[in-house]
């Protein structure tokens, strides 16, 4: 069964670097997400991307992120310069455009990144 | 705005049902999801419901919807260790552009004990 995959699983960083998260979704889907959990809070929402542009983001996705879709497969989530505030596991999704089942979105696994 | 509320923790015996509740504030939601979480791992779809249905199953699971009252419940009969897991409600407005955002609750640990 397809699905979405993420790397890295964890990432350490220190306070002001970049980092990127990849994501490779379902081949076949159009429409790809990004949202993430602090620990002990709710899953929220952070951008969604298709025909390589954003469509929404959320107030939390300031000038610091950035989306991009590189090549065929890959969907990232840069963050230019990061803040301990930024900890938290990020999950990428995927979903297509036709039929309520092919809308549904599916998620990685999550990159848990650590902000120190 | 948009909000959607889940009780935090439920407890119950192997063996017995299992009713995860959830409430939401949107009033033009779509469709609702159910997501499991187990430990360490990502967001696993289990079931979703169309706003014009009232009910579905699918083998252990049962959801019913009261659009009415924007409550919606997610039923595991005969419940079983491997169940234990976070389960969050997630609710989604409707997919103009073809996208769209979820919104969802805080989750519900479910423990399930011998």
């Known amino acids: 069964e397809p699905e979405v995959t993420q790397t890295p699983s964890h990432q350490v960083t220190q306070m002001g670097q970049e980092v990127i998260l990849r994501c490779v979704p379902i081949?076949?889907?159009?429409?790809f997400y990004w949202y993430r959990q602090i620990l002990g809070q709710k899953v929220e929402f952070l951008v969604s991307?298709?025909?390589?542009?954003?469509?929404?983001k959320s107030e939390i996705f300031d000038d610091q992120f950035s989306v991009e879709r590189p090549d065929g497969s890959n969907f990232t989530l840069k963050i230019r310069s990061t803040k301990l505030e930024d900890s938290a596991m990020y999950f990428c999704?995927?979903?297509?455009?036709?039929?309520?089942?092919?809308?549904?979105?599916?998620f990685g696994p999550g990159t848990r990144l650590l902000v120190l | 705005g948009e909000d959607v509320e889940q009780s935090l923790f439920l407890s119950v015996r192997e063996g017995d049902s299992s009713v995860i509740n959830c409430t939401y504030t949107?009033?033009?939601?779509?469709?609702l999801y159910w997501y499991k979480q187990e430990p360490g791992a990502g967001l696993q779809l289990l079931t979703y419901?169309?706003?014009?249905?009232d009910m579905k199953q699918d083998q252990r699971l049962t959801v019913l919807l009261n659009k009415k009252d924007k409550h919606l419940s997610l039923r595991i009969a005969d419940t079983q260790t491997g169940d234990s897991a976070i389960y969050f409600c997630?609710?989604?407005?409707?997919?103009?552009?073809?996208?769209?955002?979820?919104?969802f609750g805080a989750g519900t640990r479910l423990a399930v004990h011998p």
């Open positions: 991307f298709y025909n390589n542009e954003i469509s929404e």
């Open positions: 999704a995927s979903s297509g455009i036709r039929g309520g089942a092919a809308k549904t979105q599916y």
């Open positions: 997630a609710e989604t407005t409707s997919f103009s552009g073809g996208y769209n955002k979820l919104i």
């Open positions: 949107d009033s033009s939601s779509t469709y």
């Open positions: 419901i169309f706003s014009n249905m």
């Open positions: 081949s076949n889907h159009l429409y």
